[in-house]
């Protein structure tokens, strides 16, 4: 069993002594040379970087293990733990990858126009028909001429595009990369909830609990866009994590040290220390460049993550002493983190569009290229043609996004996505007995279908755990609780401004992460917080493991239905457990 400190209620609480922070008195220090030892407490660096949680002592000894090989065991423990977890997500994912063998919901929207992307830079007016062509024989499809008017931007395309351009122009082609991306974030949310909750344990935990989510499954065998974009601002997310990390240490680094060999604050640091180049929060510029770059959500996120990032750095000059820590990061900080994020991702963003931009812009590239041409001298004549034409090219697209108004059979209101209320069906069949593997006994047809539905109890779990989140973020002011739960509103909230417009549940895929990660956080409280009896921790280790059991088996139960296996009929609606699934 994991010690205490795998709580997401914090380390061990210290023993009874000074506030944190706070000297000791002269009397205490100078006892310390009659061979008194104060009761220890934590410094300004254990609040800035707070430790990981080690296994108990008495695990190791459990194991046979001295401390030196325990050491190094947890140590290793920190990779093979994500990895072994990633191993299993990606055989999940990659297994029989190219069933079913067609084109399946919008995969005819993107698979065409990966292709068509790669091969020329920019998409193709496919002929309406060519869906069948494409499964029987790819070979025999040739690319069209006509620019396609389409109304995503192209980072998500060419990534499609990329596994095309390895296996080919069919179902394992074109899903190859999303699944690649989805088993990729399995392996970034067990690191980043490592360093997030501060427990290797929890890490892992929130990655199988990703591993074993029904939609984000579903979507890591599907080529649509959202699962790229769910990629992209995960890793963002994480960059943001250890740009975090990293510049409290350096602020800690700077901070004076008491004979105690313990950090303590300094106004006069705290206030004017430039935290130097942070290359990790360019890296996240980067990644939310392309997540804007995939579907413009992404530029939702990064003004979230933004707003985010700038407050963990009031948080840290506070804790090291600042005694008016919003002006100090609005001189030191703020600046810097507007330019190495929102610059940064509009360029990224541009360069993205670069295949449609060295398309010819005589009426023979990308759609709306010969834009600006073709309107000949303007008062706007110093800007480019490029961008004249792209930015046209962008208002329109916005006006078709605003005005996405007509229905659909499966669109649905996004109160309903944490609860599962619609789903999205991607494919269904009804085999005839003794066809495509349904029985020859079967007395009717069979069902066979993908539909994009996350496990049940793992979202509805994780819906609880958001509500302990929030508590955790508004009462205890637990800056992981906070950053989990940006997470989700950067991915869901700004869909509750469009009431009228066409959306889906799978849009839900991108701040499922967080769902994973908050569920992980109240699982770890559920362990028991510092300083529980043995037997409150046996109690809640017999319940988080029952909760984690049930998750697992309810994924492996809708998995015929995640994969479109066929199935007879009453097995299939015994799986229909809300009429809305149908």
């Not at 707003?307 to 005694?323: C, E, N, P, Q, Y």
């Not at 507007?338 to 963003?349: E, H, N, R, W």
């Not at 290229?369 to 046209?392: C, F, M, N, V, Y």
């Not at 279908?449 to 994780?462: C, H, I, N, S, Y």
Request: proline share 7%; aromatic share 14%; hydrophobic share 50%.
């Amino acid at each position: 069993m994991t010690s205490t400190a795998t709580s997401p209620n914090g380390p061990a609480a210290s023993p009874p002594g000074p506030a944190r922070g706070e000297e000791q008195p002269a009397w205490l220090r100078r006892l310390r040379g009659f061979g008194y030892v104060a009761p220890g407490h934590s410094g300004v660096r254990e609040r800035l970087v707070p430790p990981y949680a080690r296994p108990a002592d008495r695990l190791w000894a459990a194991l046979g293990l001295d401390p030196a090989s325990a050491a190094v065991v947890w140590r290793w423990a920190a990779w093979v733990g994500p990895l072994l977890v990633t191993l299993v997500a990606g055989l999940l994912r990659f297994v029989n990858l190219g069933s079913p063998k067609a084109v399946i919901f919008d995969e005819t929207y993107y698979a065409k126009d990966s292709w068509a992307v790669i091969q020329q830079g920019y998409e193709a007016n496919w002929p309406k028909d060519i869906d069948k062509s494409i499964i029987k024989d790819p070979s025999s499809v040739t690319l069209p001429l006509d620019p396609g008017y389409v109304v995503h931007p192209p980072v998500g395309k060419w990534i499609i595009g990329a596994g095309e351009w390895l296996f080919g122009l069919d179902p394992y082609g074109w899903r190859f990369m999303t699944a690649l991306l989805g088993t990729l974030s399995v392996f970034l949310l067990c690191r980043i909830g490592r360093r997030l909750l501060r427990s290797t344990f929890l890490g892992c935990l929130a990655g199988l609990l990703l591993a074993v989510d029904g939609l984000h499954f579903v979507m890591s065998r599907t080529a649509l866009l959202d699962q790229v974009l769910m990629f992209f601002v995960l890793a963002a997310f994480g960059a943001l994590v250890v740009d975090r990390d990293r510049t409290r240490a350096r602020l800690a680094n700077a901070l004076p040290v008491d004979a105690e060999g313990l950090s303590r604050p300094d106004p006069d640091v705290a206030r004017t220390l430039r935290l130097g180049w942070r290359p990790w929060r360019l890296l996240a510029g980067v990644c939310l460049g392309l997540a804007f770059g995939t579907k413009w959500n992404g530029l939702v996120v990064l003004a979230f993550f933004g707003i985010m990032t700038v407050l963990w750095d009031v948080g840290a000059r506070r804790v090291a002493g600042a005694r008016s820590p919003y002006p100090a990061v609005l001189r030191r900080d703020a600046l810097p983190a507007f330019l190495s994020t929102v610059p940064v991702a509009i360029g990224t963003y541009l360069l993205s569009w670069t295949g449609w931009i060295l398309s010819p812009d005589n009426g023979k590239g990308g759609y709306f290229r010969d834009w600006a041409a073709k309107q000949g001298s303007t008062d706007w004549a110093w800007i480019p043609e490029w961008l004249r034409s792209l930015w046209h090219y962008e208002t329109e697209v916005y006006s078709f996004h605003v005005g996405l108004t007509s229905g659909h059979t499966y669109d649905s209101n996004p109160w309903s996505w944490l609860v599962l209320g619609r789903p999205v069906s991607y494919f269904y069949e009804s085999p005839a007995p003794g066809q495509a593997g349904c029985p020859a006994t079967e007395t009717g047809k069979c069902a066979r279908e993908v539909l994009a539905l996350g496990t049940p109890l793992l979202w509805w779990a994780a819906s609880l755990a958001l509500l302990y989140v929030l508590w955790r973020w508004a009462f205890r002011r637990d800056w992981r609780a906070g950053a989990i739960a940006c997470g989700v509103a950067a991915g869901y909230l700004p869909w509750f401004h469009y009431q009228e417009r066409t959306i889906f549940l799978f849009y839900a895929v991108v701040f499922v992460p967080y769902l994973c990660l908050a569920l992980a956080m109240m699982i770890g409280a559920l362990l028991g917080p510092a300083g529980s009896t043995e037997r409150r921790r046996a109690a809640g280790a017999i319940g988080a493991g029952v909760l984690v059991l049930l998750i697992v088996w309810n994924f492996i139960y809708f998995y015929p239905i995640y994969t479109g296996q066929t199935l007879p009929m009453d097995s299939w609606r015994s799986r229909m457990w809300l009429d809305t699934w149908i």
